[in-house]
């Protein structure tokens, strides 16, 4: 982008806001609109203003220089696409509502892609045709679309926004490797240039299909992502935590199954009391820990059609339907995101052998009412803590009533194994490194090892040294360039404004003419006009009939890194020099000032 | 843009075709894929390869420059927008099948912007209040979407496409004056940097309403456009000619109208060869240009309603559709763009009074069968030839009868004066400068005096220097911008390839090493360096088992300005330097190499 180097205040298109916009929730949204560097046009899409586009351009550069500092080559797809290869692989259906779809005039089926593997996919197979090819490494910095639920936090959650989507295509599993952390380590740069700390978190692949799968999170409070961390230097996605799985259990002394009257116990608290009173174990007390709580949730695959599932977590436990949702897809053989929610009265009023409250594999006239060959059907999947021999206090499918020592793989076994409790602080790292820290981030990045699905999908083949026709091996990887922009900005901001990194901000150098006479004007443009000559970028806030208060206030919400105020002192030859980030000003004279501005700017 | 200084052609991602694509009409189209520049991905939306992207960047550049220097500021608006704005101006209709429609996953209607007056009216409602904000002028380089019934000719006539659209905002029509000259003349200098001959056109505004409006046409014989011209300056899109009107003819001693048996004179010729034996006139000879052709048409509305009209024309001449479709609307009172086609046999099937072949004004038995008054009601709009006072021969809604002097003003009225006939070549231009001269060209811009439309729709108003609301008066400006290119490709080619002026090329050199030997590749990269350190952007075509016919081939094809070719006499110091244009090769010493190709090249 061409740029201009002196923009005068007086004939910028900016407005300056008082007032917060309703909907905004945090302060890089705020603060974003109130500075003129974006405007609202439709939920989830905004409008970039002359401010925001410049620092926009500043943002996608770091990720170009990036990018082509690996070697990918830089392309651009169409953001509206027919609806075939999306088909061929599955995502037309599993992306569900996150996807905006429409018909040409002539009926053909389009969609605005929210990510391109497929594309990039076929324009390889296209173009190339040989191992000679590869590896290449192609990317875009393009406009994409997905129609979420909840847009949210301005640009950090948008409908429209811009991504820097890259995707590589080599021989194997080797060069995938290579692709994979020659993208991991450029992403880590991107995010140093940008000054946005980085978590690097094992991630569930998810929708992309593909095997591993990384994100980078920015951490900060306002995140809508939770992830874990140790201080031994773990740190996954909440959503991809294993549990620790403990050993299985020596069943051979468990008393055998009795079903129990238990009035007045509604809750886990008051069973597992009852119970230390009323059947007490002989080794040591029942905890929360030995009650198996059984909830029916509904699953709705993308077609829309709902699946029942009945998951078993120890009562101590929450289920997190965000990891259900993650893992359950798989285990019911249901592609693309599904969602995940409490089963309602309808669906229960199909299982009359179901009481709620009281649900639980078994009653003591049918023990197979949830699990393998049961009456009802409904897949039954157990937390991993419920191993083999372990003995639980569980529902027994009648009103105040409960089985007893019903042990994993005597009593009932589950349908398979789930991901669905709660992660918890203080939890168990899976790789033994201490507890978890819980913390919240933003997915700033994700890059995927797609292997072989879409080249399969698309028959994307290239001819090996041997002659031989070899599926090709892919990876993608993908930055969010307007949220990393946003996340910029709720980094960097203090109550009175916006206070961008220099490599970021709009200008380099804010000058704010003030008092009277045009003496002050002139010689406030006169050094505009040097430190632009000296290839500053200027702001020039030359407004005529603005307070210098107004002016002041201003200058710290847009956030332009130094500004310099000619004013007062500017007769005795005297400027002053201020940092917008600690406040601190000092004065200079204006004989040396480029100099000195120069030395402060760079 | 950043610059890859160096590319090489074994990595580069390109593959060039032997032959054209099967859909490819023009060379722009055959040599942009071939050269793998772009490919297509669905009918009139491409994919930009890395050398189409830095074309394309270049071209966005120069008109980014022009755009700067007359003081419009950028801005990015999205591409997906909420229906409302465009219902308020009616354009959500209007636009018809050329409109992307489709709905969110909360059934809200959104659309794919073809172009973003609303959105532009709005955001400057949003942002400024007073007549100091003014004047002020906006653009952006921007994605857009037109479904268009035919999209054709690769870039030229595209689905999604690259446009800068402008938008000026001012007080008044003397602003607006100001605005719309100084894009008229930024887009004279774009186009001339881009090397693009251009005649401006008188255009008519079609949907975008406002008064005044010019085209920039780009002449060639692959145009879509028909335009007319004359030797004395006058040019015109023939939608946009008006006719020069003969002076209103004294009837006084015009014989009563008669109405008359004219048996076998099927065509106009043989009419007025009958006309002259039975009913000969006593002052001159008939001509074809005494008779008058009455036209049936179905004008389809945005809305889809069909209207009938039927339209009134010498019988020398035939109608012309798209100068009905352009002037119809405004008669009938139709918004937006309507389509115009020859009525149906179900159209006249409701009018039993119309005979097909002898349709006119009336008949013997009533003469109010169409025009004012008329029985069937359909709009009589008349060519501006049909003056008060002059007689013509017509049809007597009778099989094998006409009517003879038949008075405009005595025996018959229109509904309306339309410019539907034919333009002619020869036919004298309404400014006087002589005979018009008729020629085929591309639309590369067009700019519009759209006056207070939208911002009246949309209430765009800001207090004046009293302190009064007034209405903001607006104009809008467009280019196109992947258009631009392809015409850029269309113009500068020859059989063998492209042919890129120095300012648009992808590189500024073009080496290819052809022989043997890591000597002459060692030497041929370390030319590349130099040059890269001098400042070009090189492309090099190190290739290691390509032979030089087919490097040649490539060179030729893909239209790099200048290349330099190392090989056979690299031993003995020399290389050669090729002009792609004049086909040129001269031989030059390896030792002021860089010398002598920095000289050529700049």
New interface residues.
Partial sequence: ??Q?TISRLS?????TLRDNPADAEVASHKLLVRA?YI?R??PG??????LG?KV?GKVE?VV??EM?AI?A??????????REPYEATNRWDEYG??L???K??RGAD?L?APTHEE?FTL?VK???SSYKDLP?Y?YQIQ?K?R?E?RPRAGLLRG??FVMKDSYSFTMDDEGLEEAYFAHRKAYQKIFERLGLEIVIVKAQSGAMGGSRSEEFLHPTPIGEDTFVRTEGGYAANVEAVTTVVPEPVDASNTPAATFEATPDSPTIETLVSQSNALHPRSDREWTAADTLKNVILAVIAPDGERHLVAIGVPGDREVDLGRVEVNVGALLGIGGEVEVEAANDEDFKKFPQLVKGYIGPGSSLDNKILGKESATGIPFFLDPRLVEGSAWITGANEFEKHAYNMVVGRDFEGDGVIEACEVREGDPAPDGSGPLIAARGIEMGHIFQLGRKYAEALELKVLDNNGKLQTVTMGSYGVGVTRALAAIAEKNHDEKGLIWPRNIAPYDVHIVATGKGNEVLDGAAELAEKLSAAGLDVLFDDRPKVSPGVKFGDAELLGVPTSVVVGRGFADGKIEIKDRASGEAREISLENAVEEILAEVR
């Fill in positions: 982008m061409t201009v004939q910028l298109f900016v407005r003129g405007r046009t439709a899409i905004y409008t970039w203003l002359p586009l926009l550069n170009r220089e082509n070697g080559q830089e392309v651009h797809f169409p953001a509206l696409l027919p509502d996150n905006f779809r429409l040409d005039r389009m605005l594309m324009l296209d173009l190339y290449v192609l406009t679309y129609d639920a409908r429209e």
